[in-house]
């Protein structure tokens, strides 16, 4: 099977690898995927708490190559945008930036899956902070 | 150096050049049909097919009438178990085989299971190998066949041939080999281990593809197969269909030239395969090899690299070919069933590389594949969300996963 340009370039040049401090209240982290699966995607986002823009991504990805891209793509595209404007990526927007095979769309599911969880995590540490519950 | 490297000798082999020398007549002057018995051109074809026939008898000890040619080893695979089968069923219904056989034996089985034949899948240790306890215990007066890999394709491990063909032969039931990997590597003769059935394939030991056979016993005891193509009655009725001449040449002299060199060929691998493997483990933590070092064939290391992915791994290494247990690379999206066989978890088979030595590898190219592994290993670990934990203390197995 052939890898798209674009996938082999953030393979080879991974945006955006690396760990927030989960323990901030202002990271939320989302793990998602199992080991045995072969498919481990942690993302995380640094919000901007005033304003709720993404200021920073990371990721840190186990999988194929197109499980690398996928998240190192989502981290690029995380960067700078609102919490709703993050949550309005959809994982065939990736499919289609990447052209991921069909057998390979799985990664990018992963990948908004990955997006969603950081995203909740970041929410449920603001509600929490907030004192609501 | 020449790139890119070819490191996948079990999936397949370069034909060896002078195998091909040996051939090239036969496409062109010699083409004759070595079923037309009325003329010079069917004479000449058929004295090359019975020329290679004993080539390759003479590489597992059995006589050149045993040797039947097939389209390759799926084939062969498939007459052994479905021939047997059906001709022996007034004996019996039952079949033992292994859990990490080829898919032509398994799928072949599992054909028969829907047609009322009862089959025992014996499960291997950690080292990939059977026990002959087990073996033995599996045996009844229904069993008619077993069928036992001489050594695997993706772990190389080396099955005890010998001890199981004592077995089956106090028992009176056939064996079946599948030496498609061992061939030409370890030394194999059918009446020292008494084996009944063997299939082999050329394109594994530098001879062309599309060609394969079937070595049958035919005495002491003389085994019969049901024919699973039929027309003609070529191959002593068992395998009907012209012969491929060019094919069955380039395979004999593939056989002739692992006859004699089979011994300084694998005191080489040895050296080259231990020179890979010592690169690779003394530069890497967290890195097993999967099988037995000690039964294996001496071309093959199967490695798996904990908290890698097997096909990013591979997609770091675009100018070497290799390939992996990891399901990202096979047609069922599933892990390699033989590490899983051996309880190798799920996670490790994800990550693992097998490396296949072959004739035209050389010192510098093993010293390049090292050196890119470890490289690639270390670049991703750094990628990884589980090598992360690790080093944080997390043991990855009792975590959580939400599985789909």
């Known amino acids: ?133 | 150096m020449k790139l890119p490297i070819y490191m996948d000798n079990h999936a397949t082999t370069p034909l060896d050049p002078r195998v091909l020398a040996a051939m090239m007549p036969y496409f062109t002057d010699k083409f004759g049909n070595a079923a037309s018995r009325n003329h010079s051109f069917g004479w000449e074809a058929e004295e090359a097919v019975e020329n290679g026939r004993k080539q390759v008898a003479d590489l597992i000890g059995a006589t050149a009438k045993e040797i039947i040619f097939t389209s390759g080893a799926t084939e062969s695979d498939n007459i052994a178990l479905k021939g047997a089968a059906e001709m022996y069923a007034e004996k019996g219904n039952h079949i033992i085989t292994t859990a990490i056989e080829h898919k032509a034996i398994l799928d072949s089985a599992s054909w028969l299971e829907q047609r009322n034949i009862r089959v025992t899948y014996l499960p291997v240790g950690r080292d990939g190998l059977i026990d002959l306890e087990q073996l033995e215990q599996a045996m009844t007066d229904r069993t008619i066949l077993v069928s036992v890999m001489a050594a695997n394709n993706e772990i190389g491990t080396v099955q005890p041939i010998r001890e199981i063909g004592a077995l089956t032969r106090k028992r009176g039931i056939l064996f079946h080999t599948d030496a498609v990997q061992a061939a030409g590597k370890i030394k194999l003769d059918v009446d020292d281990m008494n084996i009944d059935i063997m299939s082999l394939s050329a394109h594994k030991i530098y001879g062309p593809k599309g060609i394969g056979a079937l070595y049958v016993r035919r005495k002491g005891p003389r085994v019969r197969l049901t024919p699973v193509v039929h027309g003609g009655g070529h191959e002593r009725g068992m395998r009907s269909g012209t012969l491929n001449v060019p094919g069955i040449v380039g395979f004999g002299k593939a056989c002739e030239i692992c006859a004699k060199e089979m011994e300084s060929e694998n005191t080489r691998f040895r050296a080259l395969r231990d020179r890979l493997k010592e690169r690779i483990m003394s530069q890497l933590d967290e890195a097993y090899i999967n099988g037995s070092m000690e039964h294996r064939l001496p071309n093959n290391l199967n490695i798996s690299f904990a908290y890698v992915e097997g096909e990013s791994l591979m997609m770091g290494l675009k100018d070497v070919a290799l390939s992996s247990g990891s399901a990202c690379t096979s047609a069922s999206l599933e892990p390699s069933y033989v590490l899983k066989a051996l309880g190798v978890g799920e996670e490790l088979a994800h990550s693992s590389i097998r490396f296949g030595l072959g004739r035209f590898n050389t010192e510098e190219e093993v010293d390049y594949v090292a050196a890119k592994i470890v490289e690639n290993v270390k670049r991703l670990r750094e990628l990884s969300p589980l090598y992360e934990m690790a080093k944080e203390g997390v043991d990855v197995k009792s975590v959580n996963w939400a599985r789909k």
Request: charged share 25%.
């Open chain 1, 1 to 133: 099977m052939a890898y798209s340009d674009k996938v082999i370039d953030h393979y080879q040049n991974p945006r955006n690898v690396g760990s927030l401090d989960k323990q901030a209240k202002n990271v939320g982290t989302g793990i998602v995927g199992a080991p045995e699966c072969g498919d481990v995607m942690k993302l995380q986002i640094q919000v901007d708490e005033k304003t709720g823009i993404v200021k920073d991504a990371k990721f840190k990805t186990f999988g194929c190559g197109s499980a690398i891209a996928s998240s190192s793509l989502a981290t690029e595209w995380l960067r700078g945008r609102s919490i709703t404007e993050a949550l309005a990526i959809k994982n065939i927007d990736i499919v289609e930036e990447l052209a991921l095979p069909p057998v390979k769309i799985h990664c990018s599911v992963l990948a908004e899956d990955a997006i969603k969880a950081a995203i909740a995590d970041y929410q449920r540490k603001q509600n929490n902070g907030n004192g609501s519950k």
